[in-house]
């Protein structure tokens, strides 16, 4: 699997200039992201840096083993213990890792919760911060231009792109992720949803619901 990594970059004589080199002088990786990380992965194990087994298991971790599903019963704990939400929007970071959630992206979070008059909405505008062990990894979208421009712009167009309206007179705060500070967004307890357990609220709360990109499902939906 060794990659020519002077393919990209290198042009034959008497060829007409290559548009793309010229757009980017100082690129010698291909321009597709997956073979950029495949060249990097490697060039790093080659070099003995990375052990390639572990990389896939830290993938397999947080694709599949995490995923959003430990956000999500955060979320159904709060919706249904008035102390615990109380608890967790003081300090998240604390509570959550009571709860064995943190590592790597999980360090510092902050829980902020919707209400009738906010709506609260994550972004990381430099680049792809995302509360990992709550959430796993982040959606192609999260870590896209468009999304990381316009979450901060226009974000009732982004809600409205994802199938979301609020109330007119409900407040939109976007919330920017760094590296020292990751958000969770507490949506709010849908109707109808009186006495159901942690377990069934739980699977109310989608992802998107906990980025603020999107709404819990309704019981039944
Ligand atoms: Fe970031």
């Not at 321009?31 to 830290?58: F, H, N, Q, Y």
């Not at 505008?125 to 796993?136: D, E, K, Q």
Request: charged share 25%; proline share 9%; aromatic share 6%.
């Amino acid at each position: 699997m060794a990659l020519d990594l002077g393919s990209a970059s290198r042009k034959p004589d008497g060829m007409p200039h290559d548009h793309h080199d010229h757009d980017h002088p100082h690129s010698h990786l291909p321009p597709d992201p997956a073979l950029r990380v495949k060249a990097l992965e490697t060039i790093l194990t080659r070099k003995g840096l990375i052990d390639p087994a572990a990389l896939d298991e830290i993938i397999d971790i947080y694709q599949n083993r995490i995923g959003p599903k430990n956000g999500a019963q955060v979320v159904a704990r709060a919706w249904a213990d008035p102390g615990f939400m109380h608890a967790l929007t003081e300090d998240a970071t604390a509570v959550i890792a009571e709860m064995g959630f943190y590592g790597r992206q999980g360090e510092h979070i902050t829980a902020v919760a919707n209400t009738d008059d906010t709506h609260n909405m994550v972004v990381c505008t430099l680049c792809s911060c995302y509360p990992w062990p709550l959430l796993g990894i982040p959606p192609g979208w999260y870590k896209s231009d468009a999304y990381r421009a316009r979450a901060v712009r226009e974000p009732r167009k982004v809600l409205a792109d994802f199938g979301v309206s609020l109330p007119e007179d409900t407040a939109v705060r976007v919330w920017d992720s760094t590296a020292e500070m990751r958000y969770l967004v507490i949506p709010q307890r849908p109707a109808g949803t009186e006495g159901m357990s942690e377990e069934d609220l739980a699977a109310l709360v989608t992802r998107d619901s906990m980025i603020g990109t999107g709404l819990p499902r309704e019981p039944g939906q």
